[in-house]
C-alpha cells in the first residue's frame, strides 16, 4: 500500500536535517570501525543506520516521528490492534560506489533455520490478518524497489523459481516498481517477494520500519525488538511514554512465552493451551506458533552453551541467529531458564523438530541462502496440535 505525505511536507526538511546529522555522526564512527555497533554490521552495498544509537535531544525527532500518527497510527489500524510495537528502526542510505542489483528476496529472517514455513506463515495470516507490517519511507524520491503483487499471499510459482535460478538480480515476469516521491510511504507485508533494483551512489535516505502486533489474533514471528532503550532518556515526555509502552507489551509477552514453556516442561497440557490461547488467540494456525516457538526455544538452548557465555555480543548473536541489536531482548528471556530446563524444551520439541526436516538439504530461491533440511516452504503433512502435545505428555 503506498500512502502520500507520510512525512507531513512541512517536516521533510527537518528530518532530512536531522538525519544527515546522524549519517555524518556514525560515518565518523564507521570510518574508525566497519564493525562498529551503531550499524547491524556495515554494508557496503546499503550502508544502514540503527539511528536510535547515534542520536541525542537534537535529532530526536527522528526517533519520535515512529511514534506518528502517520506511521504508529496507520499501523495499528493495518493490524487490526491498539497494543502494537516498533520492532526496527534504521535509515537505509546509498553506498559509497554503484553495487548495481541485489537479490530477490522475502523477509523471513534467517530463513528455515529461525522461522515457520513460508506457507505456514501465510495460511496463518490469511486467517487471522497480518501480525506486522514494513515501511519503506523515503526523504528523497525513490524507485529502487520492485515487488510481485500478492506474492505475500503464496509460494514462488514454477516459473519464478525458475527465473531466479537464471538470475536473481534481474526483473521478474510479474513485478512492478514502486516509484515514491519524498516523504510518501510503501507499507507491506515482508514476505512479499521483493528486488532492492540498484545500489547506485544516487543519494537515498530511507526511514525504514517494522511495528509488531502484541494484540492481535496470531503470534507475530520474528518479533523481538530490534533495539535496546538507553536511547529512551533523550525523548520527550510523550515518546518516552510510548517506548516504554512497547517495553512493556513485550514483558508481558515474554511472561505468556515463559508460561508456555514451562507448560511444557511441566508436562501440563490444560496449562500449555491456556498459554497458547494467549500467544496465539485465533484458533486457526496456532500450530505454526507452536513452530515458530520452538524456533525460539532452540535459540535460547545454544545461549545456555557454556562456551558462548564469555564470547563478546556480536559473537553470541552470530551463533544464535540474531541481529546484535535483538540479543539482549533474547538473553533476558534465556535468563527465565536454567540450562536443564533448557534442555527438556529441547527434549520435548525433539519430534516436532525431526518433523520439520527432509531427509537431504534443499533450496529455495528467495528463502535462504544455502540449502537446508529444514522445511521451506510447505509446513509437515498432518502436523497436528493434539499428537504434538502427546509426544511429551505421554513420554517418559
Known amino acids: 500500500m503506498i500512502l502520500k505525505n507520510v512525512v507531513p511536507p512541512k517536516r521533510l526538511d527537518e528530518l532530512r536535517a536531522s538525519f544527515e546529522t546522524l549519517v555524518d555522526r556514525q560515518q565518523a564512527n564507521w570510518a574508525r570501525d566497519r564493525d562498529d555497533p551503531g550499524c547491524f554490521a556495515y554494508v557496503a552495498k546499503q550502508p544502514r543506520l540503527a539511528y536510535q544509537t547515534v542520536i541525542d535531544a537534537s535529532t530526536a525527532n527522528t526517533v519520535e516521528f515512529c511514534l506518528h500518527e502517520n506511521t504508529l497510527g ?27 542489483p541485489d537479490l530477490w528476496h522475502r523477509d523471513v529472517s534467517h530463513g528455515p533455520t529461525n522461522n515457520a514455513p513460508l506457507a505456514g506463515l501465510q495460511a496463518d495470516m490469511l486467517a487471522n490478518g497480518p501480525s506486522s507490517v514494513q515501511w519503506n519511507i523515503p526523504l528523497y524520491d525513490d524507485d529502487v524497489l520492485w515487488v510481485v503483487p500478492g506474492s505475500h499471499r503464496r509460494l514462488n510459482t514454477a516459473r519464478e523459481n525458475q527465473e531466479l535460478l537464471n538470475d536473481p538480480r534481474a526483473k521478474l515476469s510479474d513485478c512492478k516498481q514502486v516509484r515514491l516521491k519524498a516523504g510518501d510511504g510503501v507499507m507491506y507485508i515482508n514476505t512479499i517477494l521483493h528486488w532492492p533494483s540498484n545500489y547506485s551512489t544516487r543519494l537515498r535516505r530511507i526511514i525504514h520500519l517494522r511495528y509488531t502486533s502484541f494484540g492481535g489474533q496470531s503470534y507475530p514471528y520474528g518479533s523481538r525488538f530490534l533495539w535496546e532503550p ?46 497458547l490461547a494467549l500467544l496465539h488467540p485465533g484458533v486457526t494456525g496456532r500450530i505454526v506458533c507452536v513452530v515458530l516457538l520452538s524456533k525460539l526455544a532452540r535459540r535460547i538452548g545454544v545461549l545456555k552453551r557454556p562456551e558462548l557465555i564469555n564470547l563478546p555480543e556480536r559473537e553470541r548473536a552470530s551463533a544464535v541467529g540474531e541481529q546484535t541489536f535483538s540479543i539482549g531482548n533474547l538473553e533476558a528471556l534465556a535468563r527465565r531458564f536454567t540450562a536443564d530446563e533448557t534442555k527438556l524444551l529441547g527434549q520435548r520439541f525433539a519430534p516436532l523438530d525431526a518433523r520439520l526436516q527432509t531427509e537431504t538439504e534443499h533450496f529455495v530461491p528467495s528463502l535462504a541462502s544455502k540449502p537446508s533440511r529444514w522445511a521451506q516452504e510447505r509446513m509437515p503433512a498432518g502436523l497436528d496440535l493434539d499428537d504434538f502435545i502427546a509426544s511429551w505428555s505421554q513420554a517418559a
Open 74 to 100: 496507520v499501523s495499528r489500524q493495518a493490524l487490526g490492534t491498539r497494543d502494537v510495537g516498533l520492532k526496527q528502526m534504521i535509515l537505509l542510505c546509498n553506498p559509497e560506489t554503484a553495487h548495481g
Open 230 to 275: 538507553g536511547f529512551v532518556t533523550h525523548l520527550s515526555a510523550k515518546g518516552q511514554a510510548g517506548f516504554h509502552r512497547f517495553l512493556e507489551l513485550a514483558e508481558r509477552e515474554d511472561d505468556r512465552i515463559e508460561a508456555f514453556y514451562r507448560a511444557m516442561i511441566d508436562r501440563d497440557p490444560a496449562a500449555f493451551r491456556q498459554a
